[in-house]
């Protein structure tokens, strides 16, 4: 069977950061280092945690869980509010580090990127990559701090190396190949398998899949017709043989943001303010991506009816906060009350800012020169520097995460 799996030489990389932003606070504060750590969104008891430090993680802290509940597995955990300033620099450090060995990197997320070696000059790719891995490490703790770690994983595809920088956490550094593929999956579950979750395992299950080599050993026809009953059937068959399968980019469909309201029955004004902070967010990311829209959909989450939703489709493309809002707002009128999260989304997206606006009338033209101008000046001096005055004194709620599965507004 050995001859089905990729026998070319591992020249993919995949790098991950350990507990990034607990990481990342113990390097910038000396004094929590070697403690259990959390980082929230928000300082509440209720709150949920976003990342643990490998300390906390030993008392069975976990990512999602409760601080209360956290707490009392481990009454000496210290909470801290996420701080995305600091976790963009280390992620723009990381993928400096990572760009002296090929032009061709991705950033998978804020803390993990892949290296393809396949596309770099000869004297790097001729190197052992083992050792290229053990040089990054040292980089990351030279350029960013000694308290950084991070697990390196090698292989001919992206989901392979993905899947060997999580064999040995923290600090690991793992090849898998096609001489020790077999060996690596039977000691791991179906739900360690990256796209695996509990769902896809009941797939699996339901055709005599209970195992990574039994998922390995099926062929592609019934994981095509009985198990994903589509071409992930076949794409699954040669991933897990360490073909290339998932080096594309899917073009940007819907900009959206969220909040969960720090209060419950806020004053409707009070809510459209925070409404209003959100389409500022969203319209900005809409314009870093050099998109404009024609579609609005707003949410609200309540106790009275559950989810409820509105949405609106221009004749012509948008592409300002101003025009953004109006929408939004306008929509919003009919929402039920009771609400205790909001958010927006904008979709029907389509590239670029479109010249031919400025055919429409002066006005669109002003608009957007000035959206440009607050854009610029945004970009330069920070964000929210130029923001709507309705929205003043929203940011201390309305604050901004940190997105873990996508790197394109960073």
Same mark, same amino acid.
């Given at each position: 069977?050995?001859?089905?799996?990729?026998?070319?030489?591992?020249?993919?990389?995949?790098?991950?950061?350990?507990?990034?932003?607990?990481?990342?606070?113990?390097?910038?504060?000396?004094?929590?280092?070697?403690?259990?750590?959390?980082?929230?969104?928000?300082?509440?008891?209720?709150?949920?945690?976003?990342?643990?430090?490998?300390?906390?993680?030993?008392?069975?802290?976990?990512?999602?869980?409760?601080?209360?509940?956290?707490?009392?597995?481990?009454?000496?955990?210290?909470?801290?509010?996420?701080?995305?300033?600091?976790?963009?620099?280390?992620?723009?450090?990381?993928?400096?580090?990572?760009?002296?060995?090929?032009?061709?990197?991705?950033?998978?997320?804020?803390?993990?990127?892949?290296?393809?070696?396949?596309?770099?000059?000869?004297?790097? $790719?001729?190197?052992?990559?083992? /050792? %290229?891995? *053990?040089?990054? &490490?040292?980089?990351? !703790? @030279?350029?960013?701090?000694? +308290?950084?770690?991070?697990?390196?994983?090698?292989?001919?595809?992206?989901?392979?190396?993905?899947?060997?920088?999580?064999?040995?956490?923290?600090?690991?550094?793992?090849?898998?190949?096609?001489?020790?593929?077999?060996?690596?999956?039977?000691?791991?579950?179906?739900?360690?398998?990256?796209?695996?979750?509990?769902?896809?395992?009941?797939?699996?299950?339901?055709?005599?899949?209970?195992?990574?080599?039994?998922?390995?050993?099926?062929?592609?026809?019934?994981?095509?017709?009985?198990?994903?009953?589509?071409?992930?059937?076949?794409?699954?068959?040669?991933?897990? $043989?360490?073909?290339?399968?998932? /080096? %594309?980019? *899917?073009?940007? &469909?819907?900009?959206? !943001? @969220?909040?969960?309201?720090? +209060?419950?029955?806020?004053?409707?004004?009070?809510?459209?303010?925070?409404?209003?902070?959100?389409?500022?967010?969203?319209?900005?990311?809409?314009?870093?991506?050099?998109?404009?829209?024609?579609?609005?959909?707003?949410?609200?989450?309540?106790?009275?009816?559950?989810?409820?939703?509105?949405?609106?489709?221009?004749?012509?493309?948008?592409?300002?906060?101003?025009?953004?809002?109006?929408?939004?707002?306008?929509?919003?009128?009919?929402?039920?009350?009771?609400?205790?999260?909001?958010?927006?989304?904008?979709?029907?997206?389509?590239?670029?800012?479109?010249?031919?606006?400025?055919?429409?009338?002066?006005?669109?033209?002003?608009?957007?020169?000035?959206?440009?101008?607050?854009?610029?000046?945004?970009?330069?001096?920070?964000?929210?520097?130029?923001?709507?005055?309705?929205?003043?004194?929203?940011?201390?709620?309305?604050?901004?995460?940190?997105?873990?599965?996508?790197?394109?507004?960073?």
């Amino acid at each position: 069977m050995i001859e089905y799996y990729n026998a070319e030489r591992p020249l993919i990389m995949h790098i991950d950061l350990n507990s990034c932003f607990a990481t990342v606070e113990q390097q910038a504060r000396p004094m929590l280092r070697d403690r259990p750590v959390a980082i929230v969104n928000r300082r509440t008891e209720s709150t949920s945690i976003v990342t643990a430090s490998y300390e906390a993680k030993a008392f069975g802290v976990k990512v999602g869980m409760r601080v209360k509940d956290a707490k009392r597995l481990v009454p000496g955990l210290v909470t801290l509010e996420s701080d995305p300033a600091k976790y963009r620099y280390v992620y723009h450090k990381m993928m400096s580090i990572m760009k002296r060995y090929s032009p061709h990197i991705t950033m998978k997320s804020i803390d993990e990127g892949v290296i393809d070696f396949h596309v770099t000059t000869d004297i790097i $790719r001729d190197r052992d990559l083992v /050792d %290229v891995g *053990h040089e990054m &490490k040292l980089r990351l !703790r @030279q350029e960013i701090g000694r +308290a950084m770690r991070c697990n390196v994983g090698i292989s001919t595809n992206r989901f392979l190396a993905k899947t060997a920088a999580s064999l040995h956490k923290p600090d690991g550094l793992d090849i898998i190949d096609h001489t020790n593929l077999r060996q690596v999956l039977t000691g791991l579950k179906l739900t360690d398998l990256t796209g695996i979750a509990k769902h896809n395992e009941h797939r699996l299950n339901a055709v005599g899949i209970y195992t990574p080599i039994d998922f390995l050993d099926t062929d592609a026809h019934t994981l095509h017709t009985m198990v994903f009953k589509s071409i992930l059937g076949e794409q699954w068959h040669q991933r897990l $043989r360490g073909h290339e399968v998932d /080096d %594309v980019t *899917h073009d940007l &469909k819907t900009v959206g !943001r @969220q909040y969960v309201l720090e +209060a419950k029955n806020l004053p409707h004004a009070l809510i459209l303010q925070r409404l209003h902070h959100l389409c500022e967010s969203v319209g900005a990311k809409l314009r870093s991506q050099g998109k404009q829209a024609r579609g609005v959909l707003v949410y609200a989450k309540t106790t009275e009816r559950g989810y409820w939703h509105a949405r609106h489709m221009c004749e012509l493309p948008f592409f300002s906060n101003g025009a953004i809002y109006a929408q939004a707002s306008m929509l919003f009128a009919g929402v039920p009350a009771g609400i205790y999260e909001i958010g927006i989304s904008c979709y029907e997206l389509n590239d670029g800012v479109d010249d031919q606006l400025s055919l429409f009338g002066d006005s669109l033209a002003r608009e957007q020169q000035v959206t440009e101008v607050i854009d610029s000046i945004n970009k330069r001096f920070g964000d929210r520097t130029i923001h709507a005055a309705d929205t003043l004194g929203t940011g201390t709620h309305v604050k901004q995460k940190i997105p873990f599965g996508s790197t394109r507004y960073l």
